[in-house]
């Protein structure tokens, strides 16, 4: 069978094509979900990928949550399916609590665009399976509000739970506390992260690697062989 | 305060009318009313003085302009020229591609985070408008001493603003420039440049043809923003009489415009429109007027269904409102219910506002009343043209004579070691990731190459590899020193910054930057810089397509250095073959092409060493250009360089350390024979770039520069991690980076 | 020490997309007869000394030239003590 992986976009999506197109090169199917609509069209997993949709106005991923698709995304989540929240995705799934914490304005300010260094601290999610603990992987970021914040005793459950998927290497480019870059569901099902592993498929663009790949090569493997 | 109607205006011809506070001469209103046959309404005047302003009408600038026209080289590749929103060209395998390259400066500086992200939204609608999804931008942006106190004011929010408005569009920002001088203190320039791509088919131009059709307004609501910002805030010089004579600043809405952008490419996908024009400067009044022009028939517009965010507008004000991310389509009437569904689903509201009529008029009508009766052409392409004098000052000479290479030089190797230092330091040479890091560069998905590299390179298809290169390139001290020459060597650098990639230069687009118009210097520095672009275009054979004029930079008498920046688009049939300037691989050769004179005119090291402008600036061979750009093309065609990098301002030891720092390398070089060591290093000689070249082809590439007359001269090899020149010193790499990435931080952050 | 309250909003004629954006999705989220919705910033200072007659004039400089710009927006200062 093919993996069908939707890919949602809302008003203010910027990379809901790009992440198509790397769902083909993993060797999925890509299928295009409205935000508008309930309707999942039966995909394995969803993507909700980057961008600043409803412009960020009010707080990053706040009007988006209330979409209808993300009702039936709230549901098959919790259900079990292979949810990924990239940079605003992430924040949407903070903002509908699918993940903890929420995400502030960087501390330097400005937006960042730049190479980022990621250490992978789990394999044991549906996103990170081809993937080695402790692996060193580089992939864009570009983002203003992608400082990571949830309480003391949230972060303490999500290292004691190793809920921490992605942290920060050599720089922490947005003042994220603990250097999270990336955090998982207790299931390991939902993953969101602020940096962008569709953007680091091809060897010729972007960055020049394809340290995003495995991403979407290992919930392809999860659902295959499901 | 009653309607000034058509009626009405007819009734009382000696009723005043405040043309002159509108910015229109007394010839110019006597020709209005000779036009109309009465005195204009309140509607036509200001529609009138907008459209006829400096900004809209280039009454100052065409007769010169024209020349791109009459001396645009011979190409099969133009398949839409000068006059459109933008220019088309065609990159093959069925593609078209629409470029364009605009000036903000004015807005930039009354509010810089605003003015700049309405430039972006400004340029991407005008490649939108063409029918062609905007892939990238970039952004050549001029600011006053880096280290005065307003460039902290207006840089950081210039940049802000470039970065809020397109990284919220998904635009890849590719390129562009970061240069300082006190001349542009007070004026900076903020120029922005959109690509788009479609395919042929998809070419949509700005006319409204066919009776019955109707016209639709679609978008952001209208509102005070901007009301008479093109007739005053554009065109006439800004002076500090405080904040009460400043207009309403347009704030820009990027979302909208995402969402514009969206459901207009999904128009566009399912053939809903017969004619479609963006709303820029002048609003509706140019929309309008401007779509009525270019077809055949007439228009009737009822003003009073505009959509308002603020309902005291008097329709004298929604004509001129500048309200951002707004767009105008002509549609068939039995098109109009899809058209209004597409954009209901994406949240755009949209007005059937009027419909294409018989006659030969535009017509507006508020509330039933008629205020508006013109021949459309009249107020949109019969503006008046002035043949303004120009002279060449009496400083030229005096400038020209203060040659540069009088200037003392470096004493001894020590010495010129600590001006490599002082170079690669200094703000202009700086490394500008400070800025460019603020602008999401992989957005897209489809980026080959970005800054710092030559020239931008993005794929615009994933299954064939085919892609567009993208250079925009001014030098405004060149230009000062001999206007016509700074002008070709702003053409040439683009040219070569597009090769140097391994993409193939097609076509032209261009911003003309200068001061006051009024000023018999400033108009002869105009002229001559067309004049000088007009004849490079023709000698290169890449048209200029489009572009923009902006004047009145200027300060009271001071205006800035003339300032024309060119861009340059090529085509590479596969992104597979793009060179970079990293040096990427030790014992690799460098390989210097081109010669190098004892130009030092205009150039960096004068500047940054002794503050010095005078003398003449580099010498210009466009024939020299054209071949040295055939080499570049080739050898990454064929696979025999790896690395490539124009020398520009800074010359050699610029463009060493850049590719040096961007490959992790070193690199150990001799001075050739004939040459000292501080013309080697500092020269700013045109036509020429460095390569690296695998042992293995050193021979085959040779051979071909041989073979074609150019001149080629081994210079060192990509070893260790130093920039080392033999005899005279070496400067590790740790060295180098500190001062070249240092600086901007050190000024800004 | 006394709390001075600075409150800035975008200017009425100056749009707002933010506000907009928000007044969009209220019915949607069940939130009617909301006819507008402007977004502003609101600064909380806290005073060292009293907050005499001088003390305000500077807090209005200081908003005037900082904390608002006033080609855009408009200030209010409160005292609350």
Redesign the interface.
């Known amino acids: 069978m093919t993996a069908r992986i939707g890919v949602v976009t809302f008003p203010g999506t910027l990379d809901d094509r790009d992440t198509q197109r790397a769902i083909g090169i993993a060797g999925a199917e890509a299928v295009p979900l409205w935000h508008r609509d309930k309707d999942l069209k039966q995909v394995d997993a969803v993507v909700l990928p980057g961008g600043f949709s409803y412009g960020d106005y009010l707080r990053a991923g706040a009007i988006s949550r209330f979409s209808p698709v993300m009702g039936s995304i709230v549901e098959q989540a919790n259900a079990g399916m292979p949810v990924l929240g990239i940079c605003n995705g992430f924040q949407v799934l903070c903002e509908a609590h699918l993940l903890p914490g929420a995400m502030l304005r960087n501390t330097g300010l400005h937006f960042v665009c730049r190479d980022q260094k990621l250490r992978v601290e789990t394999a044991a999610t549906a996103w990170t399976a081809d993937y080695a603990a402790g692996e060193e992987i580089s992939i864009p970021l570009k983002n203003i509000d992608g400082r990571y914040t949830a309480d003391e005793r949230t972060l303490d459950d999500l290292e004691a739970e190793g809920r921490v998927v992605f942290r920060y290497r050599d720089v922490n480019p947005n003042g994220s506390l603990r250097d999270i870059a990336g955090i998982s569901n207790a299931a390991g099902n939902v993953v969101g992260l602020m940096p962008h592993p569709e953007h680091a498929v091809e060897p010729l663009i972007g960055t020049g690697r394809t340290d995003g790949l495995a991403f979407f090569t290992s919930v392809i493997k999860k659902l295959v062989s499901a | 305060m009653t309607l000034d109607t058509v009626k009405h205006a007819a009734e009382t011809p000696e009723s005043g009318q405040p043309w002159k506070e509108l910015g229109l001469k007394e010839d110019e209103y006597a020709r209005i009313r000779e036009i109309l046959g009465r005195r204009p309404t309140g509607a036509e005047l200001a529609m009138y003085s907008v459209m006829w302003s400096e900004h809209c009408s280039y009454k100052s600038s065409k007769v010169h302009l024209k020349q791109f026209g009459e001396k645009a080289p011979q190409t099969d590749a133009l398949l839409v020229g000068i006059g459109e929103n933008a220019g088309v060209v065609d990159v093959g395998q069925g593609y078209a591609v629409t470029f364009k390259i605009e000036s903000h400066n004015h807005p930039s500086y009354i509010e810089p985070y605003q003015g700049a992200a309405t430039g972006v939204g400004g340029i991407v609608r005008d490649i939108l408008a063409m029918g062609a999804r905007p892939v990238a931008v970039m952004d050549p942006l001029r600011f006053g001493a880096a280290d005065h106190p307003d460039t902290k004011r207006v840089l950081p929010g210039v940049v802000a603003g470039v970065g809020g408005y397109g990284n919220c569009l998904g635009l890849p920002n590719i390129g562009g420039e970061v240069v300082f001088d006190p001349c542009y203190q007070g004026n900076p320039l903020v120029n922005a440049l959109c690509v788009g791509v479609m395919k042929h088919e998809d070419i949509h131009l700005a006319q409204a043809s066919g009776a019955g059709n109707k016209v639709i307004l679609y978008g952001a609501r209208t509102g005070g923003d901007g009301i008479g910002g093109v007739s005053v805030l554009a065109s006439e010089t800004f002076d500090s009489t405080g904040p009460s004579r400043r207009p309403a600043v347009q704030v820009g809405d990027p979302f909208q415009e995402k969402l514009l952008i969206e459901c207009t490419l999904e128009i566009f996908r399912e053939q809903l429109v017969a004619g479609i024009q963006d709303l820029g400067g002048a609003g509706l009044s140019c929309a309008t007027s401007e779509l009525a022009s270019a077809g055949s028939g007439g228009m009737r517009v009822e003003l009073d269904t505009v959509p308002l965010r603020d309902a005291t507008l008097s329709p004298e004000e929604i004509l001129m409102s500048e309200s951002q991310e707004r767009m105008c389509a002509i549609v068939e009437p039995d098109k109009v219910d899809r058209f209004l569904e597409i954009c209901e689903k994406w949240d755009v509201i949209a007005t059937v506002i009027g419909e294409v009529t018989e006659g030969s008029r535009l017509e507006i009508f508020w509330h039933g009343e008629q205020i508006v009766d013109v021949p459309p052409r009249s107020v949109a392409h019969e503006g008046p043209t002035y043949h303004r004098p120009y002279a060449r000052p009496d400083w030229q000479d005096t400038l020209q004579a203060d040659d540069a290479g009088r200037l003392p030089r470096p004493a001894d190797s020590a010495e010129l070691r600590a001006q490599v230092l002082t170079l690669v330091g200094s703000p202009n040479q700086a490394s500008k990731s400070w800025v460019t890091d603020q602008y999401d560069r992989f957005v897209q998905g489809n980026t080959v190459l970005a800054q710092p590299e030559d020239s931008g390179v993005v794929r615009i298809d994933a299954d064939t590899d085919l892609g567009v290169a993208l250079a925009t390139d001014g030098n405004g001290r060149y230009a000062k020193l001999d206007p016509y020459t700074g002008a070709q060597l702003a053409l040439a650098e683009a040219y070569r910054n597009v090769a140097a990639t391994g993409a193939k230069p097609l076509a032209v687009s261009d911003c003309l930057n200068f001061g006051s118009p009024e000023d018999p210097a400033v108009m002869w520095q105009f002229a001559e810089a067309t004049r000088g672009l007009a004849d490079g275009c023709l000698a290169l054979g890449t048209p200029v397509t489009g572009g923009n004029v902006s004047l009145y930079n200027q300060t009271g008498d001071a205006a800035i250095h003339p300032t024309p920046v060119v861009a340059v688009l090529g085509v590479i049939d596969d992104v597979n073959r793009r060179t970079p300037m990293a040096f990427g691989e030790q014992g690799q050769l460098i390989l210097l092409l081109g010669e190098t004179r004892e130009e030092f005119g205009g150039s960096a090291w004068s500047q940054v060493v002794h503050d010095h402008l005078g003398g003449m600036p580099p010498a210009v061979d466009l024939e020299r250009e054209k071949l040295l750009a055939e080499i570049l093309i080739s050898g990454s065609r064929d696979g025999m360089i790896d690395a490539a990098h124009d020398l520009s301002d800074g010359g050699l030891i610029q463009a060493v350390t850049e590719s040096c720092l961007r490959g992790g390398h070193g690199a150990r070089l001799v001075v050739p024979d004939g040459l000292d060591a501080f013309t080697f290093l500092f020269s700013e000689s045109a036509g020429r770039a460095i390569v690296a070249v695998p042992r293995s082809e050193e021979l085959r590439f040779t051979d071909m520069c041989g073979a074609r007359g150019l001149p080629v001269t081994r210079i060192g090899v990509i070893d260790g991690d130093a920039v080392e020149v033999q005899g005279e010193f070496a400067i590790p790499l740790a060295e180098l980076g500190a001062v070249h990435e240092g600086t901007i931080p050190g000024l800004l952050a | 020490m006394a709390r001075v309250v600075v409150d800035v909003m ?1 200017k009425p ?6 506000g ?3 007044q ?2 209220l019915p ?2 069940g939130f009617a007869g909301i006819s507008d919705v402007r ?1 502003g910033k609101r600064f909380e200072l806290e005073v060292e000394g009293p907050v005499d007659d001088a003390a305000l004039a500077r807090i209005r400089e200081m908003a005037e030239t900082f904390l608002a ?4 927006e408009d200030f209010d200062v409160k005292v609350e003590s």
């Open positions: 975008l004629e100056i749009l707002d997309p933010q907009q954006a928000v969009r999705a949607r989220l977004q710009n006033t080609v855009i």
